[in-house]
C-alpha cells in the first residue's frame, strides 16, 4: 500500500529563519511528487512536481527536492504570507493513478 | 477561465437525507475526482473518474455514488446521509498527460446533524 507521511505536523517559524518540511514515502514505483499549498478555506494549490532522486524545483522561497524515500520542501526566509498548509503528493504506476496524500505540515511565520 | 467549481458551498443535511454535490470543470480535462478532507486524516479518495462514462472506488467509496455523464461534471450522491460523512469535499481534475498536477475546487463543507 502506497504511503506518505509528513513531519512534522505544524511548525512556528519567525519571518527570515528559513526551515525545511519533510515528505517519506512508500510506493511501488514512483510515477511521480506533488507538493501543494492550501490556504484555510480553499483548494490545494499545485506548486511542484519532481519525478526522480536528485531532481530540484523552485519558486520564489521554495525548493523542492527528492530522493530516493523522501523530498524536502525547503523554506528560504520565510514571510507571513507563506503561511499555510503544505501537502505532499505521490502518484504510483500508470498515468490513471490517483494521487496520495499526507496529512500535510502546517507552517505559520511570524513577523 | 473558472477553472473547477463546486456546488454548493455549504450544506447541512439530516441524518437519513439525500443530496447531490456537483464538480464543474471549465478546462477539458479527462480526470476528476472526490476527495474529502478530515482533520487529522488528510485528502481520501472517494470516487474518480478517468473519462465521460467511466468511474472507479477510491479509498474511502461506501456511502457515495457518482456518475461522469458529460466530461466536464462530475457528481457525488450521497443516498443517505450520517454524521460519519460530515467533512468537507473537493473537487479535482486533471489532464492526461502527467506532471501538470490536480487543479482543485475551492471545496464543499457538509455537516450532516
Known amino acids: 500500500e502506497d504511503q506518505v507521511t509528513q513531519s512534522p505536523e505544524a511548525l512556528r517559524l519567525q519571518e527570515g529563519e528559513s526551515s525545511s518540511l519533510n515528505c517519506s514515502y512508500t510506493?511501488?514505483?514512483?510515477?511521480?511528487l506533488f507538493w501543494y499549498r492550501q490556504d484555510p478555506g480553499k483548494g490545494p494549490e499545485f506548486l511542484f512536481t519532481l519525478y526522480s532522486a536528485g531532481e530540484e524545483k523552485e519558486k520564489e522561497r521554495l525548493k523542492a527536492t527528492l530522493t530516493k524515500k523522501e523530498s524536502f520542501l525547503h523554506i528560504t526566509a520565510p514571510k507571513p504570507e507563506d503561511s499555510a498548509t503544505y501537502l505532499c503528493a505521490v502518484q504510483a504506476g500508470s498515468g490513471n493513478t490517483p494521487l496520495v496524500f499526507g496529512k500535510g505540515t502546517r507552517l505559520s511565520v511570524i513577523a | 477561465n473558472a477553472g473547477v467549481t463546486q456546488t454548493p458551498k455549504f450544506r447541512v443535511l439530516k441524518t437519513g437525507q439525500s443530496m447531490t454535490l456537483l464538480c464543474a470543470q471549465d478546462m477539458n480535462h479527462e480526470y476528476m475526482y472526490w476527495y474529502r478532507q478530515d482533520p487529522g486524516m488528510g485528502l481520501r479518495l472517494i470516487h474518480y473518474s478517468v473519462g465521460e462514462g467511466t468511474t472507479a472506488k477510491g479509498e474511502v467509496p461506501d456511502g457515495y455514488n457518482v456518475s461522469r455523464l458529460k466530461k466536464q461534471n462530475f457528481l457525488l450522491g450521497l443516498e443517505s446521509a450520517a454524521p460519519s460523512q460530515t467533512s468537507v469535499y473537493f473537487c479535482?481534475?486533471?489532464?492526461?498527460?502527467?506532471?501538470?498536477?490536480?487543479?482543485f475546487g475551492s471545496g464543499t463543507r457538509l455537516t450532516v446533524v
Open positions: 510506493v511501488s514505483g514512483l510515477r511521480g
Open positions: 479535482a481534475s486533471a489532464r492526461i498527460q502527467g506532471g501538470y498536477g490536480y487543479t
